[in-house]
């Protein structure tokens, strides 16, 4: 791909979303209404569909989107229950209830397979959304994906644990939230950057704004909540639907991109993950942490288009 990184600066405020109604099929079909935000791309360009992480909205793919803007369009998705989509319609926060509303938002919004890329819990819905759906997947970009594992980070924060605790979590979320919306921005930088004194004041107040409004939503702590457990159920059960046994079976390209300070999926798990997964490209990204899409968005952009420029000369030369 001959497409040239977009200066991510060249964009301050995060890119506009519209709202679309979304039905995920079952016996009982459900219905939500469903925050997008769109980057524009040069006419005719394939899509990147981004799933942002536990705590995350659309918005944190602001600058990933800008600068990958010269090859492509982009969409990221609010999942239910984040950013400013509704909740889910039946409460449910799990990882297949995600991965069913991603696959509803692709098949409605893009006219073709996408270049799927997802961060920390959204990486784990997008390995459910490519191994189950790859009609509607072309290549995967995981940054820092949340797979069990048992390696420790010796700076992780305790605090993420307690949150997963039925009632002692929603009591110690319930006080989060009631703390200053920039203070709890500050928090959130603290625990994903490497260095979180890169992070420009408007990308903070941002984050803050967005944090204020949520804060007055009624189904925000619940989402927390159901979502961070859905996290911790992956660890503890080895089902066939394991993200390990799904990574083993990835018939896409992947480039796996990780920070190597990353607080919350310790480094360690990168070169495991990436020894199971068929076809894969490993960047290990120094002095970067959990959200590399934030901290490092040239380099993810980089790994991404690095990938993407691939599967196109391979599909060339097979035709």
């Not at 506009?16 to 009982?28: A, M, S, Y």
């Not at 992947?254 to 960047?283: Q, S, T, Y």
Request: proline share 9%.
């Amino acid at each position: 791909m001959s497409a040239s990184i977009i200066d991510p600066l060249t964009r301050t405020s995060p890119w506009p979303g519209r709202f679309h109604d979304l039905t995920v099929p079952g016996r009982t079909p459900r219905t939500a209404r469903v925050h997008v935000r769109e980057t524009p791309g040069p006419p005719d360009a394939p899509v990147a569909f981004h799933v942002h992480g536990l705590g995350g909205s659309a918005a944190n793919w602001t600058d990933l989107a800008t600068a990958i803007s010269g090859s492509h369009r982009s969409l990221a998705i609010d999942l239910p229950g984040w950013g400013l989509s509704d909740p889910a319609p039946d409460g449910d926060y799990s990882i297949a209830a995600f991965t069913r509303w991603v696959i509803a938002a692709i098949e409605a919004l893009a006219d073709a397979p996408v270049d799927l890329v997802g961060n920390s819990l959204g990486g784990l819905v997008s390995i459910r959304v490519a191994a189950t759906r790859p009609d509607l997947v072309r290549t995967l970009t995981l940054v820092s994906p949340a797979v069990p594992g048992f390696e420790a980070s010796t700076d992780a924060d305790p605090r993420m644990a307690l949150l997963a605790v039925p009632y002692l979590g929603s009591r110690l979320q319930a006080r989060l939230n009631g703390a200053d919306a920039l203070a709890r921005a500050r928090m959130s930088a603290d625990i994903c950057f490497a260095d979180p004194s890169s992070i420009p004041d408007y990308r903070l107040a941002q984050q803050a704004d967005e944090i204020a409004v949520r804060s007055g939503f009624p189904w925000a702590v619940p989402a927390f909540s159901g979502s961070l457990r859905s996290i911790v159920a992956v660890h503890l059960h080895r089902r066939k639907d394991n993200p390990w046994r799904l990574a083993a079976r990835l018939p896409q390209p992947v480039a796996l991109v990780w920070g190597d300070r990353d607080r919350l999926v310790p480094v360690k798990r990168a070169p495991k993950l990436a020894a199971v997964i068929p076809d894969v490209r490993l960047h290990v990204l120094d002095d970067v942490g959990h959200t590399a899409q934030l901290e490092a968005p040239e380099a993810t952009a980089a790994a991404f288009l690095s990938l993407v420029g691939t599967r196109e000369r391979d599909t060339t030369t097979a035709a």
